[in-house]
């Protein structure tokens, strides 16, 4: 296929020459195969691995508050009510419940699909809705510079959303020429089944060797054979009867009868290398500093604030993608108000280290000012 194609190509505002129809992957099922069941994967091993799980909310949680900043005072309590009273969903309010719903869906699944629902005289914004991804499917009409939002009918047919504008869409780390987004969990499947093999064979291991068995075996001698089934019967039976007492029962026969311990001998494998290994994996995929997560590997101070550099960088670029979504949000609260004006997101820090670092910042670039003058005052 020739590279600069354009027959059969949708006439669009925009003409990209790299771009091709055919190869265009505009519906997920072409991209991951079933997307239900690529959805389900990923929601069972967040559920099941309670490391991701934990990762995930710690994430969520650590992104912090913002302010919106205009050019009025006023205006900037008008948003600020708004945005900490705005009705998310059906029992929450406040745009910080909406955003952690949406980020979560973006981490897990890789894309996010939310509404911002109008009053029925679309004057004012009524509420903040996040759409499942199973009632929303996202494609494309031929331009690869544009999504088109569907609703997933009863009988799997899409019907495109009546007001696309109203729709808030963002995506995480898209392939080339994907519209949907990278779940941060692409990779861990595998690990997470290796790891519930170890876990679910640890557990039967102490089944079978903490909650010991016994095995009673009885060698009847030439006298004993004729009637060995009724004496076996005998002894299954005291055994049993042993067994089942609740106080400690003493266990008395005749004859040639051994009890031995069942799986005695056998030692359980030691796992704290291969978990280890597998949970080193999953902590590097998610970007979380273990002590975070309550592991206390060997760590120094120096490697510890290193980490969290690392995750500061992490929530940074996170914060990236959902400003484009509360800046349409906020955009279209001003706009049903009447009120044109620019406006900045404000992200508070990320916790209270970065405060210090940036207050001794501050404090050195005073000390290197004052001395740069006097040096020209001499």
């Given at each position: 296929?020739a590279l600069f194609?354009?027959?059969?190509?949708?006439?669009?505002?925009?003409?990209?020459?790299?771009?091709?129809?055919?190869?265009?992957?505009?519906d997920i099922s072409?991209?991951?195969?079933?997307?239900?069941?690529?959805?389900?994967?990923?929601?069972?091993?967040?559920?099941?691995?309670?490391?991701?799980?934990?990762?995930?909310?710690?994430?969520?949680?650590?992104?912090?508050?913002?302010?919106?900043?205009?050019?009025?005072?006023?205006?900037?309590?008008?948003?600020?009510?708004?945005?900490?009273?705005?009705?998310?969903?059906?029992?929450?309010?406040?745009?910080?419940?909406?955003?952690?719903?949406?980020?979560?869906?973006?981490?897990?699944?890789?894309?996010?699909?939310?509404?911002?629902?109008?009053?029925?005289?679309?004057?004012?914004?009524?509420?903040?809705?996040?759409?499942?991804?199973?009632?929303?499917?996202?494609?494309?009409?031929?331009?690869?510079?544009?999504?088109?939002?569907?609703?997933?009918?009863?009988?799997?047919?899409?019907?495109?959303?009546?007001?696309?504008?109203?729709?808030?869409?963002?995506?995480?780390?898209?392939?080339?020429?994907?519209?949907?987004?990278?779940?941060?969990?692409?990779?861990?499947?595998?690990?997470?089944?290796?790891?519930?093999?170890?876990?679910?064979?640890?557990?039967?291991?102490?089944?079978?060797?903490?909650?010991?068995?016994?095995?009673?075996?009885?060698?009847?001698?030439?006298?004993?054979?004729?009637?060995?089934?009724?004496?076996?019967?005998?002894?299954?039976?005291?055994?049993s009867k042993a067994?089942?007492?609740?106080?400690?029962?003493?266990?008395?026969?005749?004859?040639?009868?051994?009890?031995?311990?069942?799986?005695?001998?056998?030692?359980?494998?030691?796992?704290?290398?291969?978990?280890?290994?597998?949970?080193?994996?999953?902590?590097?995929?998610?970007?979380?500093?273990?002590?975070?997560?309550?592991?206390?590997?060997?760590?120094?101070?120096?490697?510890?604030?290193?980490?969290?550099?690392?995750?500061?960088?992490?929530?940074?670029?996170?914060?990236?993608?959902?400003?484009?979504?509360?800046?349409?949000?906020?955009?279209?609260?001003?706009?049903?108000?009447?009120?044109?004006?620019?406006?900045?997101?404000?992200?508070?820090?990320?916790?209270?280290?970065?405060?210090?670092?940036?207050?001794?910042?501050?404090?050195?670039?005073?000390?290197?000012?004052?001395?740069?003058?006097?040096?020209?005052?001499?």
């Amino acid at each position: 296929m020739a590279l600069f194609n354009f027959l059969g190509r949708k006439k669009t505002d925009t003409d990209i020459q790299t771009f091709s129809a055919d190869g265009f992957n505009s519906d997920i099922s072409v991209m991951y195969g079933d997307p239900v069941c690529e959805r389900n994967l990923y929601k069972t091993l967040k559920n099941t691995v309670p490391v991701i799980d934990a990762a995930i909310y710690k994430i969520i949680r650590l992104m912090g508050d913002f302010n919106i900043k205009t050019d009025s005072d006023e205006l900037d309590r008008d948003i600020k009510k708004f945005l900490q009273n705005v009705r998310v969903n059906a029992c929450e309010t406040g745009i910080n419940s909406f955003l952690s719903c949406y980020l979560e869906q973006m981490l897990v699944y890789g894309t996010a699909v939310g509404e911002i629902v109008l009053d029925r005289k679309h004057k004012h914004i009524s509420a903040l809705y996040n759409a499942s991804l199973d009632d929303v499917q996202i494609v494309s009409d031929g331009n690869p510079l544009d999504i088109k939002i569907c609703t997933v009918n009863s009988d799997s047919s899409l019907s495109p959303v009546k007001y696309p504008s109203l729709v808030l869409c963002s995506a995480i780390m898209p392939e080339p020429a994907h519209i949907y987004g990278t779940s941060v969990l692409k990779g861990l499947p595998f690990i997470g089944e290796v790891l519930m093999k170890i876990f679910n064979a640890v557990g039967t291991n102490w089944d079978r060797v903490g909650n010991i068995r016994f095995a009673v075996s009885y060698k009847p001698n030439d006298n004993e054979r004729s009637f060995s089934k009724e004496r076996a019967k005998i002894i299954a039976d005291e055994w049993s009867k042993a067994m089942k007492s609740s106080a400690p029962k003493d266990f008395i026969t005749v004859g040639d009868v051994s009890i031995k311990v069942i799986g005695a001998d056998n030692q359980i494998p030691d796992s704290n290398i291969p978990v280890r290994q597998l949970l080193e994996q999953i902590v590097a995929k998610l970007s979380i500093p273990p002590f975070l997560l309550g592991f206390s590997w060997s760590s120094t101070e120096r490697m510890s604030a290193q980490q969290a550099d690392i995750l500061t960088s992490e929530l940074e670029y996170y914060r990236r993608i959902l400003d484009s979504t509360i800046r349409k949000i906020c955009d279209m609260y001003f706009r049903l108000n009447g009120i044109k004006t620019n406006f900045e997101i404000i992200w508070d820090n990320i916790n209270l280290q970065d405060e210090v670092e940036l207050a001794r910042a501050r404090l050195l670039n005073a000390q290197a000012q004052k001395l740069e003058n006097t040096l020209r005052k001499d």
